[in-house]
């Protein structure tokens, strides 16, 4: 059973930048496409960005161009550089595998997440 561990979240003004992490550990190693998923209040949760054990990438339209995934496979962890924040960045995100596709129904086993709040 693989368990995720996401950090970094926090309170940033528009226009700002975080950093999130997520520490993979159990069979993690099993995983070919990681994904850093979110949930803004009142909405599903949906996948932003994915990256596969190679370092593709693939990134939802709403993040494509201020958000970056990356990767380091020895460590089981996965980043999101999150750049020119917006208020409809703020959801709770959370990493999870990508494996089966986008829709995060397919998945158990998830995390607390980590808060991001985008307002000044």
């Known amino acids: 059973q693989v368990q995720f561990v996401e950090s970094g979240g926090g309170l940033v003004q528009p226009g700002g930048s975080l950093r999130l992490s997520c520490a993979a550990s159990?069979?993690?190693?099993?995983?070919?496409?990681m994904g850093w998923y979110r949930q803004a209040p009142g909405k599903q949760r949906e996948l932003i960005a994915a990256?596969?054990?190679?370092?593709?990438?693939n990134y939802a339209d709403s993040v494509k161009g201020r958000f970056t995934i990356s990767r380091d496979n020895p460590k089981n962890t996965v980043y999101l550089e999150m750049n020119n924040l917006k208020p409809e960045d703020t959801a709770v995100y959370y990493c999870?595998?990508?494996?089966?596709?986008?829709?995060?129904?397919?998945?158990?086993?998830w995390g607390q997440g980590t808060q991001v709040t985008v307002s000044s």
């Open positions: 999870n595998s990508a494996d089966l596709g986008p829709d995060p129904r397919e998945y158990d086993a």
């Open positions: 159990g069979s993690a190693f099993t995983i070919y496409i």
């Open positions: 990256i596969t054990s190679g370092g593709s990438t």
